[in-house]
């Protein structure tokens, strides 16, 4: 084992991508927390760069406060990724390559692509394209992701299967495609002195009543809940009365009572079956803790983590011999065909009545619990991307890229301005797009409405967003000045300008008319930056065009 509060001079420095700590498509589970674990093992390592959110998804789940608290926790912005390229991080590590965002085009960064940064991802599974669990307005955008990920440099995945199905359905050659495992939360683990699981699920689960048998679940038809069901049907009715099947999984609207009403049709009564609804880590822990077995019987995982977590309680798990389950225990006994519901039926009452089993389940828990943790799992992660170290990329100068935002009235004095400025930008090597209020102005290069900025451009992905203000600057141009911050150009003195204080603090950086004091009260902008001031005239374009880039190199 390595000191985990040291770096080896071969580790590779990563930038990490968390984004899917922020919330969304894959819930606060799942996906969710392994990477946030994945994440906290590299911190320890010392191997991470930086770990970047999406500025495009601002509302942030709680996450630990070992990483709340990280200083290497940023924004994905491009002026951030120059900086980490130049400071010398070798990779991108996106731990979900499948987030859904808006623009769809922030789930990577396009300085990350546009530089030739090696790039790894984590690839939890690929149940789309073995089960139909999607609903077909997602595919396409899952397929482009599809293909982007074919051409990732690696592919890291948490099991043999998995991998396997990344090799034969992506085409992806064998050697960029490496085990990497899973690990648990630390939170999980058996009772200690001081805690009291039976007392906390009689005040949160009170339906739970008798000794249990716990799935830990989902809606969707792969988890094959509705047949852990029929086999609990199947059990001899002295086992049923001694005991309760508890589900807990979080129900979409849609589900209603279907669970409970199968349980019915199969001649389950009332209190036998107990579907809990989403329950918080705290209860979860205690289910764990408290069931007498834990079953998973999907029909298909990437991994299947409630059997390690399970495992980890020091609670007996069984689940179903198919995709990656068996990886978890390693062990056949513990296995059983998910579509035959008597084999099912008889393993559960192996694992309630037959103490030998029970014991022999504990003991491949236990040791599958020492096998999965998250500092193996981080040094795979370390070992796979150093090899990208050495891949010989073209650092591209990429040029800075510039957008430019104002009213742009048609051969008004904004319009003929950006379009000048826009020139000299070029000429100074920059690539500039201009956003537009009122049309695109046919074919001019370069010109976008104002509406596709954040919706499907990524603001985020240029190295600035200069805003040029006057007297008559319409709300649009404001309010995208105060929803994605940047260099704020007033061309007239500020304050001649609405908004202009909100403006000025939101600002990265500003520009003043030559005739105005530039240096003002110190603002806080985002990012934790302080905002320089810089005079410019318009009457100068090639002045203010070196001003503008100068302030983009120091904002």
Known sequence: MHDPLTRRASDPRLIVDLQTAQGGFFGDRGIPRYAVQLTLALLRRGTASAVLFNPNRPTVEPIPTELRDSVLLEWSTTPTLRRLDDEGATSYLMTSPFERVRPASSFLPRYVADSGMPIAAVLYDLIPEIINVYPPKLMPGYRARREIIKHMEMILTLSEHTRRDAIERLGIPTERVVVIGAGASDSFRPPVPGDQPAALLAERLPAVTKPFVLCVSGWLAHKNTEGLIDAWARLPGHVRDAHQLVVACRLPPEAGTAWIDRGRDRGLRGSELVVTGYVDDEVLLALYQQARLSVSPSFYEGFGLPVLEAALCGCPAITSNTSALPEVLQWAPATFSPGDVDEM?????????????????????????RRHTWERVADRVIAACAGLTTTNRSRRGLKRRVALVGGLAPRGRVDDLSDQLARSLGREGAHVDCFATFGTGGRRPHRRELAALGRTVDPWGYDAVVYLVDEATPAPVRDAALRYPGIVWFLVPPDECPQAHELSSAARARLVPSDTV??????????????????????????AAASLLELIGVS
């Open 518 to 543: 530039a240096n003002g009260p110190t603002q806080r902008a985002p990012f934790a930056r302080s905002t320089p001031s810089r005079t410019a005239s318009g009457d100068d374009l090639e002045g």
């Open 345 to 369: 039926a008889d393993i559960i009452e192996r694992g309630l009545l037959d103490e030998k089993f029970r014991v022999q389940l504990l003991q491949v828990g236990a040791v599958a619990a």
